[in-house]
Nanobody, 121 residues
Framework: QVHLVESGGGLVQAGGSLRLSCTAS?????????MGWYRQSPGPQRELVAS???????NYGDSVKGRFTVSRDNAKNTVFLQMTSLKPEDTAIYYC??????????????WGQGTQVTVSS
Protein backbone atom coordinates (compact mmCIF):
# COMPACT_ATOMS: atom_id res chain seq x y z
CA GLN A 1 0.00 0.00 0.00
CA VAL A 2 2.97 2.31 0.49
CA HIS A 3 5.99 2.40 -1.79
CA LEU A 4 8.98 4.39 -0.57
CA VAL A 5 11.75 5.57 -2.87
CA GLU A 6 14.93 7.04 -1.41
CA SER A 7 17.54 9.16 -3.15
CA GLY A 8 20.58 11.24 -2.31
CA GLY A 9 23.08 8.77 -0.90
CA GLY A 10 26.67 8.62 -2.01
CA LEU A 11 30.29 9.07 -1.06
CA VAL A 12 31.42 12.13 0.86
CA GLN A 13 34.49 13.14 2.81
CA ALA A 14 34.41 13.53 6.56
CA GLY A 15 33.04 16.94 7.49
CA GLY A 16 30.91 17.09 4.37
CA SER A 17 27.17 17.12 3.87
CA LEU A 18 24.53 15.07 2.11
CA ARG A 19 20.79 15.37 1.74
CA LEU A 20 18.56 12.33 1.52
CA SER A 21 15.01 12.35 0.19
CA CYS A 22 12.26 9.79 0.41
CA THR A 23 8.92 10.00 -1.36
CA ALA A 24 5.96 7.82 -0.51
CA SER A 25 3.58 6.60 -3.18
CA UNK A 26 0.27 5.73 -1.61
CA UNK A 27 -3.48 5.81 -2.07
CA UNK A 28 -4.54 8.01 0.85
CA UNK A 29 -2.17 10.67 2.19
CA UNK A 30 -4.38 11.26 5.22
CA UNK A 31 -3.39 7.84 6.55
CA UNK A 32 0.34 8.64 6.48
CA UNK A 33 1.74 9.24 9.94
CA UNK A 34 5.32 9.27 11.18
CA MET A 35 8.09 9.20 8.60
CA GLY A 36 11.75 8.85 9.32
CA TRP A 37 15.16 7.42 8.72
CA TYR A 38 16.97 4.45 10.16
CA ARG A 39 20.43 3.19 9.35
CA GLN A 40 22.24 -0.10 9.43
CA SER A 41 25.97 -0.65 9.45
CA PRO A 42 27.32 -4.17 9.01
CA GLY A 43 25.57 -6.02 11.83
CA PRO A 44 22.06 -6.92 12.89
CA GLN A 45 20.94 -3.70 14.50
CA ARG A 46 19.03 -1.00 12.65
CA GLU A 47 19.13 2.25 14.60
CA LEU A 48 16.90 5.28 14.56
CA VAL A 49 18.44 8.31 12.91
CA ALA A 50 15.50 10.70 12.94
CA SER A 51 11.74 10.75 12.67
CA UNK A 52 9.08 13.37 12.16
CA UNK A 53 5.31 13.43 12.63
CA UNK A 54 2.83 15.04 10.28
CA UNK A 55 2.72 17.94 12.72
CA UNK A 56 6.48 18.42 12.59
CA UNK A 57 7.51 16.94 15.92
CA UNK A 58 10.97 15.43 15.58
CA ASN A 59 13.01 12.78 17.32
CA TYR A 60 16.72 12.12 16.79
CA GLY A 61 19.17 9.40 17.64
CA ASP A 62 21.76 10.58 20.15
CA SER A 63 24.67 10.15 17.75
CA VAL A 64 23.26 12.58 15.18
CA LYS A 65 21.75 15.31 17.35
CA GLY A 66 23.01 18.71 16.33
CA ARG A 67 24.34 17.45 12.99
CA PHE A 68 21.32 16.03 11.16
CA THR A 69 17.98 17.68 10.48
CA VAL A 70 14.81 15.87 9.44
CA SER A 71 11.99 17.66 7.65
CA ARG A 72 9.02 16.77 5.51
CA ASP A 73 6.75 18.11 2.83
CA ASN A 74 3.30 16.74 3.64
CA ALA A 75 1.86 17.89 0.33
CA LYS A 76 4.41 15.75 -1.51
CA ASN A 77 4.55 12.87 1.00
CA THR A 78 8.28 13.40 1.17
CA VAL A 79 10.72 13.30 4.06
CA PHE A 80 14.22 14.75 3.96
CA LEU A 81 17.36 14.21 5.99
CA GLN A 82 19.97 16.93 5.88
CA MET A 83 23.24 15.52 7.14
CA THR A 84 26.13 17.81 8.04
CA SER A 85 29.50 17.36 9.73
CA LEU A 86 29.50 13.78 8.55
CA LYS A 87 31.81 11.30 10.24
CA PRO A 88 33.15 7.95 9.05
CA GLU A 89 30.96 6.27 11.65
CA ASP A 90 27.90 7.62 9.83
CA THR A 91 28.68 5.18 7.04
CA ALA A 92 25.68 2.89 6.67
CA ILE A 93 22.70 2.00 4.55
CA TYR A 94 19.99 4.54 5.30
CA TYR A 95 16.40 3.33 5.18
CA CYS A 96 13.29 5.43 4.91
CA UNK A 97 10.36 4.38 7.07
CA UNK A 98 6.73 5.39 7.08
CA UNK A 99 3.87 4.54 9.41
CA UNK A 100 0.60 4.14 7.55
CA UNK A 101 -2.82 3.50 9.04
CA UNK A 102 -4.20 0.64 7.00
CA UNK A 103 -7.32 0.33 9.18
CA UNK A 104 -8.75 2.40 12.00
CA UNK A 105 -7.03 0.19 14.57
CA UNK A 106 -3.97 -0.95 12.64
CA UNK A 107 -0.85 0.99 11.75
CA UNK A 108 1.82 -0.70 9.67
CA UNK A 109 5.42 0.17 8.98
CA UNK A 110 6.71 0.38 5.45
CA TRP A 111 10.35 0.55 4.43
CA GLY A 112 12.32 1.75 1.47
CA GLN A 113 15.06 -0.28 -0.19
CA GLY A 114 17.82 1.77 1.38
CA THR A 115 20.48 4.12 0.10
CA GLN A 116 24.19 3.79 0.83
CA VAL A 117 26.00 6.63 2.57
CA THR A 118 29.76 6.31 2.77
CA VAL A 119 31.91 8.83 4.63
CA SER A 120 35.63 8.65 3.96
CA SER A 121 38.20 9.80 6.50
Amino acid sequence: QVHLVESGGGLVQAGGSLRLSCTASLSDSSRLNVMGWYRQSPGPQRELVASITTGGATNYGDSVKGRFTVSRDNAKNTVFLQMTSLKPEDTAIYYCMANYRIRSDVVSEFWGQGTQVTVSS
